[in-house]
């Protein structure tokens, strides 16, 4: 799974998923800007605002960022679903909503 430049790689994500289930580990959230985009190929800085890449064991990742980003998600290749958000709106409850 390699987006255009470069990375939500197959084998780094069978080898976090692999991990995971060692450690009885169904979730990963990823908040860190510069994990985020060595996992998604997708760079922003979200200033004050939610960024991050849910990974699970068993479905596929999920993204989440500002909903003026998206598209710029989607641009640098991440094929998966994401979850915009306007800043009036709680994150949390979306993504509540989505898993």
Known sequence: MHNERGFFN????????????????????IS??????????????????????????EAEPMLVCPSMEVGQAKEAGWKFDVIGYEDHQNPWELIKEAT
Not at 41 to 56: I, N
């Open 32 to 57: 860190s800007t510069e994990n985020v985009f060595y996992l998604t190929g997708f760079h922003t800085d979200p200033h004050e605002r939610l960024l991050g890449l849910f990974v699970f064991n």
């Open 10 to 29: 197959g084998s780094t994500f069978t080898k976090s998923r692999i991990v995971a289930k060692e450690k009885n580990v169904e979730t990963a959230f």
